[in-house]
């Protein structure tokens, strides 16, 4: 089970790195309208999400600074940030890391049980399984952010 759900969230991880590949900076932090965010809201949102999912739950080991999740979480947008977020290159590259350190879980723990339920989630494994549907939406809320801004 492990490895379908990790081959899963490397097709959405890989979907997503290919998405962002060569954006210019006025795509990155344009917020066409209709939409909420930026795409370079959803590359950090996305990295934070499956930081706090991955590394968050039980074990609390979250490799990112405290304040990504005032910048990136739920109800954030880049209307509130300070002027020292981090760069989209930045995001883009600590979620490649973020990836190395996901293929080291080991097998064992995709079928531990967690603490309490999160999103209906009841095993470490389901929980990744959410993490990788999740970034597959913010993947394509991406894909359809730059066909709207390149119109």
């Given at each position: 089970?492990?490895?379908?759900?990790?081959?899963?969230?490397?097709?959405?991880?890989?979907?997503?790195?290919?998405?962002?590949?060569?954006?210019?900076?006025?795509?990155?932090?344009?917020?066409?309208?209709?939409?909420?965010?930026?795409?370079?809201?959803?590359?950090?949102?996305?990295?934070?999400?499956?930081?706090?999912?991955?590394?968050?739950?039980?074990?609390?080991t979250d490799?990112?600074?405290?304040?990504?999740?005032?910048?990136?979480?739920?109800?954030?947008?880049?209307?509130?940030?300070?002027?020292?977020?981090?760069?989209?290159?930045?995001?883009a590259d600590?979620?490649?890391?973020?990836?190395?350190?996901?293929?080291?879980?080991?097998?064992?723990?995709?079928?531990?049980?967690?603490?309490?339920?999160?999103?209906?989630?009841?095993?470490?494994?389901?929980?990744?399984?959410?993490?990788?549907?999740?970034?597959?939406?913010?993947?394509?809320?991406?894909?359809?952010?730059?066909?709207?801004?390149?119109?």
């Open positions: 089970m492990s490895h379908l759900i990790m081959s899963q969230f490397n097709i959405t991880h890989d979907a997503l790195m290919n998405e962002i590949k060569d954006l210019d900076k006025a795509s990155l932090d344009t917020q066409p309208e209709g939409f909420n965010n930026t795409i370079h809201w959803h590359i950090g949102h996305v990295l934070t999400v499956n930081e706090q999912f991955l590394f968050g739950f039980p074990d609390n490799h990112l600074p405290a304040r990504y999740k005032d910048l990136f979480g739920n109800g954030s947008k880049p209307a509130d940030w300070p002027e020292d977020v981090p760069s989209a290159d930045e995001l600590q979620l490649a890391s973020q990836l190395e350190r996901i293929k080291e879980i080991p097998e064992e723990k995709f079928a531990e049980k967690l603490p309490e339920a999160v999103l209906g989630a009841q095993t470490f494994g389901e929980l990744t399984a959410v993490a990788a549907f999740h970034e597959g939406n913010h993947t394509g809320r991406i894909n359809t952010m730059k066909k709207v801004l390149n119109k």
